[in-house]
């Protein structure tokens, strides 16, 4: 039985993540984890996630049941993050991180601290955005540097952070199959007398509003002929869904940093 610990338990993706696990046969929740002032500290999770009771209630403290799991998946804020995969490293534990918006620091910790244990990090657990990662690099390599290369990402309007870690990770596979920097040739919305558009530039636009789970395009233009690959999320069980195959996927896992592709495309090894 994989034991899994939930962080940001009462959030729509904690919650949903809470949903998944009770339905699966090999896997049980240990823990749920909320900041320590949040007011459902010492409800049930079965009962915040709507799905009555299981026995374990909402914590304010990671340690308090590190102890007893084998995975911790991790939906919460940046700074959170680093903290808890401090812990988890110490601990010797597996670790799923969806969180996106970490600034440089941040992430350079994370990559420095994750290779230690067995870790699943990605911007977004959506199976089929993973999917369109590695169709996007096939294409890019295949129409090379004839075509103008636009991101554009909605979601809804209580996202924090923007443009999304989704679309970052978006144009940095294309940037990267063309043999660009994204420092250097991003740009992020546009406003102004901008001028003519430089050949290698990538565009990054965000759009926010309603209830929008995820909408990602990433558009390639040429005279002539546009070619657009679309992934919309229509509710966010689908990150749910690859969070939690991804938990079952790691605990196998060599010790280091992987990407759901992984996940997707590799079968399970053992150290």
């Known amino acids: 039985m994989i034991r899994v610990i939930i962080n940001g338990a009462c959030g729509r993706m904690g919650r949903l993540?809470?949903?998944?696990?009770?339905?699966?046969?090999?896997?049980?929740?240990?823990?749920?984890?909320?900041?320590?002032?949040?007011?459902?500290?010492?409800?049930?999770?079965?009962?915040?996630?709507?799905?009555?009771?299981?026995?374990?209630?909402?914590?304010?403290?990671?340690?308090?049941?590190?102890?007893?799991?084998d995975v911790v998946i991790e939906f919460s804020k940046p700074e959170v993050t680093v903290q808890h995969l401090k812990q988890v490293v110490d601990a010797d534990k597996a670790m799923i991180i969806a969180t996106t918006g970490f600034n440089a620091d941040e992430l350079a910790t994370v990559k420095q601290l994750a290779p230690r244990i067995r870790c699943v990090m990605a911007p977004n657990m959506s199976l089929g955005v993973n999917v369109m990662i590695q169709a996007l690099e096939l294409i890019a390599k295949a129409l090379g540097d004839d075509y103008d290369i636009e991101v554009i990402e909605a979601h809804h309007n209580h996202k924090a952070d923007s443009p999304s870690g989704t679309a970052?990770?978006?144009?940095?596979?294309?940037?990267?199959?063309?043999?660009?920097?994204?420092?250097?040739?991003?740009?992020?919305?546009?406003?102004?007398?901008?001028?003519?558009?430089?050949?290698?530039?990538?565009?990054?636009?965000?759009?926010?509003?309603?209830?929008?789970?995820?909408?990602?395009?990433?558009?390639?233009?040429?005279?002539?002929?546009?070619?657009?690959?679309?992934?919309?999320?229509?509710?966010?069980?689908?990150?749910?869904?690859?969070?939690?195959?991804?938990?079952?996927?790691?605990?196998d896992a060599p010790k280091g940093l992987h990407d759901v592709s992984e996940v997707l495309f590799h079968s399970q090894k053992h150290d």
Not at 24 to 29: P, V
Not at 45 to 63: H, R
Request: glycine share 14%.
């Open 17 to 69: 993540i809470i949903q998944g696990v009770t339905q699966q046969t090999d896997m049980e929740i240990v823990g749920a984890i909320e900041y320590p002032e949040h007011p459902q500290i010492g409800s049930d999770a079965g009962v915040v996630a709507g799905i009555g009771e299981i026995g374990v209630a909402i914590t304010g403290a990671l340690e308090d049941v590190l102890e007893d799991a």
């Open 168 to 251: 970052l990770r978006l144009a940095e596979t294309v940037a990267a199959a063309l043999e660009r920097d994204l420092d250097e040739v991003g740009v992020y919305g546009r406003h102004g007398i901008v001028g003519a558009r430089p050949k290698k530039q990538i565009g990054i636009h965000a759009v926010r509003g309603g209830d929008i789970a995820g909408d990602h395009t990433v558009m390639f233009a040429t005279e002539g002929e546009q070619l657009s690959v679309v992934h919309r999320a229509h509710s966010p069980e689908a990150f749910a869904k690859g969070a939690i195959r991804a938990a079952r996927w790691v605990i």
